[in-house]
């Protein structure tokens, strides 16, 4: 079990490290360029590829908290942080990422969002994300019910468009964007969550360090919700006048 644990950490590593660093060039690239299209499938990938590690590497510490974590000495916050947030933030960044893909493939035929697949990792996040609350509040974890808020929220907001007949014109960018940042702000601060207790042992529980990739990537998500909002309305502006005319 040890060993399959430091197998799926060496994988995790090398999938988080390639998102982390290739994040930003979708991010920046202008929207829809060459770029901006194949940098963004490969940080979608990369997360996929990440969760799937840190799945592991949570049902791991789960089986094995003190075998998998020798340097720690608490089995309930072991299984705690490591094993059911673990998991949690796991499933979160699968989903975001499938969605946020599966959203521009399907953007000329919305109804085939409702795939299974699609369908199940949202449901599936909102219940992992109940249990990381209720395990939080269990052993008296505030930030992993914190933490938890962002899953319920995500999810049930892209489960809420799946499900939405006929979504306002040019709302699946929206998704597409907002879900790929997610999965940026999840990876962020699951590097700063896990990364910080070896390499910050001090402050590995600062909330404020934790907070950070969350006022970034949100502050990103509104900017280009304001571009969409307002060039939405420029073009209803002119649709009005182009019928005035007429």
Request: glycine content about 10%; charged content about 10%.
């Amino acid at each position: 079990m040890v060993l399959l644990f430091h197998v799926f950490v060496a994988a995790h590593i090398v999938g988080g490290a390639t998102g982390l660093v290739i994040f930003w060039i979708p991010v920046l690239a202008r929207k829809g360029a060459a770029h901006h299209r194949k940098w963004g499938r490969y940080f979608a990938y990369s997360m996929i590829w990440t969760g799937t590690a840190a799945t592991g590497m949570g049902l791991c510490s789960l089986m094995e908290p003190l075998a998998t974590h020798p340097k720690l000495t608490d089995v309930a916050l072991i299984r705690g942080l490591f094993g059911w947030m673990m998991l949690y933030l796991a499933i979160l960044t699968i989903g975001l990422a499938w969605h946020g893909l599966a959203t521009i493939r399907n953007k000329a035929n919305h109804r085939a969002n409702r795939h299974w697949l699609n369908v199940a990792l949202q449901v599936v996040t909102i219940v992992a994300a109940l249990n990381c609350a209720l395990q939080g509040w269990l052993i008296g974890q505030t930030l992993m019910m914190g933490v938890a808020l962002v899953g319920l929220a995500s999810a049930s907001v892209y489960l809420y468009f799946i499900y939405t007949p006929q979504p306002p014109k040019g709302e699946f960018i929206m998704q597409h964007m907002q879900a790929l940042l997610g999965a940026g702000i999840s990876v962020y601060t699951a590097f700063l969550a896990f990364g910080a207790v070896r390499l910050m042992p001090s402050q590995a529980f600062n909330t404020t360090l934790w907070a950070i990739p969350t006022v970034v990537g949100v502050s990103i998500m509104i900017y280009y919700r304001a571009q969409h909002v307002m060039q939405q309305m420029r073009q209803r502006g002119r649709n009005a006048g182009a019928k005035t005319a007429v």
